[in-house]
């Protein structure tokens, strides 16, 4: 995406057909053998559109089922903090649309965060899961 940004993309050779492929349901994880989330299936799908592939393109037909397990899921609204950001930065998403997230809350020790817990620990596994995550319902 930063390449697209920067007008730098047609600059290096990369292949779709490279890197790892969606899970059985259509969306990607954040590892290969991780569950289906929104921010990854999402970006994942931007990336294969501006690498060139079609809307029936990719291994498998990867970007139509990508675009269906999105849609199946209310759409891109439902992505993460970071997601709504880069999709806002390549222009497809308002900027309106995002939660603020002042950059004092990045200086905050581990023990101040006050959101909901994240696994075994609270703090910046918290913050990671609040901005990567989100409130991602897609997995059920």
């Excluded at 970071?82 to 905050?108: R, Y």
């Amino acid at each position: 995406m930063c390449l697209y940004i920067t007008g730098h993309l047609n600059t290096i050779s990369i292949s779709t057909s490279e890197g790892d492929s969606p899970n059985q349901d259509g969306g990607w994880g954040l590892h290969v053998e991780g569950h289906s989330t929104m921010f990854c299936t999402t970006l994942n799908y931007i990336c294969t559109r501006l690498l060139g592939e079609g809307p029936n393109g990719g291994q498998d037909n990867a970007v139509a089922r990508a675009q269906k397990w999105i849609l199946d899921r209310r759409g891109v609204t439902r992505i993460p903090t970071w997601g709504k950001t880069w999709l806002s930065i390549l222009g497809v998403f308002d900027w309106s649309g995002n939660n603020p997230m002042p950059p004092e809350f990045w200086m905050l020790h581990f023990y101040l965060c006050i959101q909901q817990r994240c696994g075994a620990t609270v703090g910046w596994c918290t913050c990671q899961c609040h901005i990567y995550m989100g409130r991602d319902l897609s997995v059920q």
